[in-house]
């Protein structure tokens, strides 16, 4: 599958969405390894973590193949997305 830039950054931005929502549960719940968490709260945080992760992995992939795709490599496309992500946009 083809993937265009400004869909590598919108990924990006639901993984740092996804990974911000894993981090406000863990400071309103606790660590999940203390074990003081009700089996609402512990689903609730698996599924988080579940999402941030596959999200990560569809990201790391469309970018893999993007730079494939470029002929450039993987670590100049994720600098050039981490610019993007900084810059307003539009820009």
């Not at 919108?10 to 740092?16: F, I, S, T």
């Not at 600098?79 to 946009?89: I, K, L, N, Q, S």
Request: aromatic content about 6%; proline content about 3%; cysteine-free.
């Amino acid at each position: 599958m083809s993937h265009t830039f400004e869909e590598l950054v919108a990924k990006r931005r639901a993984v740092d969405a996804a990974h911000a929502q894993v981090e406000e549960l863990r400071e309103t719940y606790g660590p999940p390894a203390e074990g003081q968490l009700t089996a609402t709260q512990a689903d609730t945080y698996e599924t988080a973590v579940r999402a941030w992760r596959d999200l990560a992995r569809d990201l790391r992939t469309a970018l893999s193949e993007y730079a494939r795709d470029e002929g450039r490599s993987l670590t100049e496309i994720e600098d050039d997305v981490r610019r993007a992500m900084v810059e307003p946009e539009g820009d």
